[in-house]
């Protein structure tokens, strides 16, 4: 039997642009996932976006709410850890130029940490790795900042970026899916040279398998290509959910705005001739069936692989969870009974303890019998 690592990993954060606060869209929907995994007896990871963290800490005098969030920010990290729940980083760097004005943030423009300059790439991972030790090192003695997922995926141009991750202590860097191209921030992973494994990367372009073994493994998004079937689901879903929040004053009506929005602008790639969208395996503001059918699709592809163990990654976002905790748990059930013979849900410290244990499970050219 196929074995095969669920990695659930939440980007714990607020929206990217800046809205929302700690308490509605971090400290609430983190409490209610932490429930749901200890019910299920599931692990996973919180990436926790530092990059946030040091905004609020720079701007908390200005306004008594930005200090109370501060702290709060800390207290559910803080408490994620004592609950024995994996703490990781993530990083969005369009903080790193906000600005607070009439009591909201406007975040910088830039999305990709991979377009900043060195310095400032340096700055912010080093700050930040230091201010996770220091939180959490008094509660998890022997606690390490191992794990980094990329703010809107961005991981290019990947050279110094990776060299400064590895220097940080990083063993595993997240944010890379076959397909994903988003030209107005510099991200094209279009051509991964390997799209469902993790591997070593090549420093200078994180697209490719490195020669030989090296300190950082990338575990690549599991991508899902959508088809008629799965829009008609999401359409149904959304609607539905689009009346409910007009009936019950649903709070998260914006989000469903925002995704119907969404994919009506994708529209066109569905019309005539039903091309599939490549998106990636995701637990959100979802369907069930749609969720469903997505890991289906993936555990079926990698089924075709002869290793020896397969972590299949997905990206979490609590924040958008708030009113989809139903179909969430749902979600997470069907894995635990319908593949219960063949899955484990893993977190990001414990893959990393395993692959330091058997290098093997990782990719490089070397490894695979290729001539370098």
Same mark, same amino acid.
């Given at each position: ?41 599931? #692990? ?22 930005? =200090?109370?969030?501060? +702290? ?13 729940? $994996?703490?990781?980083? %993530? ?39 230091? !201010? ?7 509660? %998890? #003695? ?34 890379? +899916?076959?397909? =994903? ?17 993790? !591997?070593?990367?090549?420093? $200078? ?35 539905? $959910? ?12 914006? &989000? ?21 969208? #490549? ?58 009974? +319908? ?13 990393? &303890?395993?692959?330091? $244990? ?15």
């Amino acid at each position: 039997m196929k074995s095969f690592i669920i990695l659930v990993a939440d980007d714990w954060e607020i929206q990217g642009d800046g809205s929302g606060n700690v308490a509605e869209l971090q400290y609430i929907p983190a409490l209610r996932l932490m429930e749901i995994a200890k019910e299920l007896g599931i #692990r996973l990871t919180f990436m926790v976006d530092v990059a946030q963290r040091l905004c609020l800490e720079r701007f908390k005098y200005e306004d008594p709410d930005l =200090m109370v969030q501060a +702290r709060l920010w800390d207290d559910t990290v803080c408490l994620m850890a004592k609950r024995g729940f $994996d703490v990781q980083l %993530h990083l969005h760097p369009q903080w790193i130029d906000a600005r607070y004005e009439n009591r909201r943030f406007v975040l910088g423009p830039g999305r990709n940490l991979g377009r900043y300059n060195p310095n400032q790439q340096q700055e912010l991972v080093s700050a930040s790795v230091d !201010y996770l030790g220091n939180l959490l090192g008094p509660i %998890h #003695r022997g606690y390490q900042v191992v794990a980094f997922k990329a703010g809107c995926w961005g991981l290019q141009p990947s050279e110094p970026l990776l060299s400064i991750l590895a220097e940080a202590g990083i063993k595993i860097v997240l944010g890379v +899916r076959d397909g =994903m191209h988003i030209p107005a921030q510099g991200i094209d992973y279009r051509n991964l040279q390997e799209p469902y494994l993790p !591997y070593h990367p090549r420093f $200078d372009d994180v697209t490719k398998v490195a020669g030989e073994p090296n300190q950082l493994v990338v575990i690549p998004l599991q991508p899902h290509d959508v088809g008629p079937g799965d829009v008609l689901r999401l359409a149904w879903h959304l609607a539905v $959910d689009a009346a409910r929040s007009k009936i019950f004053g649903d709070r998260q009506s914006h &989000d469903t705005a925002r995704l119907s929005t969404e994919l009506a602008t994708r529209k066109a790639r569905f019309s005539l001739s039903l091309r599939p969208y #490549r998106t990636h395996l995701k637990l959100g503001k979802l369907p069930f069936s749609f969720m469903k059918h997505a890991f289906d699709q993936a555990i079926g592809r990698l089924h075709g692989y002869d290793v020896e163990l397969i972590p299949i990654l997905v990206e979490c976002h609590s924040k958008d969870l708030q009113s989809n905790f139903d179909n969430a748990r749902r979600f997470l059930e069907y894995l635990c009974e +319908r593949y219960r013979d063949a899955v484990e849900f893993w977190d990001l410290s414990t893959f990393c &303890d395993l692959i330091r $244990d058997k290098p093997s499970l990782v990719k490089s050219l070397a490894a695979s019998g290729v001539c370098i």
